[in-house]
T-cell receptor, first 113, second 112 residues
């Protein structure tokens, strides 16, 4: 089976712009989670989607949003980019049910200048 | 939600030696998982231990869990240069939380 794929892999944006990142989960995985990873804060949970519904959300401002499509692919959007949004954004997919074991994509490296 | 805390933050050993890293947490968990991340890449799931298990093995990996002390340890035996990576513990609190909470990781360097 193909792994989790994320596009693009690298992105450079300017403050104030918006960005959309994409994630395709492993076939059969219906849960998709997003994480932000920075050297200072580590891995922080953004949100989780299952069957096109957001089931959980982390402590991030409303500028961070996401959605999931009927084929389980997911996108996250960050509006009005700030320098502090520079990070590695990781997507992970999971099978339905427990235990909640996640399979990660390679990440999208976002640099905001 | 709680966060695991790994210890040490960094560890440097010679190839062939064993590496031990620890994770402590504060509230109850459904299971605890360990992940590896090579520099700037995605995380790879290594092993999962449920709250009612005390020890688990997978190849050169041995994980223990002490729920009374709220701590876990990951032992990598006979380390190799390819084991150089950051290792994270992740907490699954269950109860339909649908998220894992990661610690800040232990950076392991294995010197050939």
């Amino acid at each position: 089976k193909a792994g989790v794929t994320q596009t693009p892999r690298y992105l450079i944006k300017t403050r104030g712009q918006q960005v959309t990142l994409s994630c395709s989960p492993i076939s059969g995985h219906r849960s998709v989670s997003w994480y932000q990873q920075t050297p200072g804060q580590g891995l922080q949970f953004l949100f989780e989607y299952f069957s096109e519904t957001q089931r959980n959300k982390g402590n991030f401002p409303g500028r961070f949003s996401g959605r999931q499509f009927s084929n389980s692919r997911s996108e996250m959007n960050v509006s009005t980019l700030e320098l502090g949004d520079s990070a590695l954004y990781l997507c992970a997919s999971s099978l339905p049910g427990l235990p909640y074991e996640q399979y990660f994509g390679p990440g999208t490296r976002l640099t905001v200048t | 939600s709680q966060q695991g805390e790994e210890d040490p933050q960094a560890l440097s050993i010679q190839e062939g030696e064993n590496a031990t890293m620890n994770c402590s947490y504060k509230t109850s968990i459904n299971n605890l998982q360990w992940y590896r991340q090579n520099s700037g890449r995605g995380l790879v799931h290594l092993i999962l231990i449920r709250s009612n298990e005390r020890e688990k093995h997978s190849g050169r990996l041995r994980v223990t869990l002490d729920t009374s002390k709220k701590s876990s340890s990951l032992l990598i035996t006979a380390s190799r240069a390819a084991d150089t990576a950051s290792y994270f513990c992740a907490l699954d609190s269950g109860a339909g939380s649908y998220q894992l909470t990661f610690g800040k990781g232990t950076k392991l360097s294995v010197i050939p």
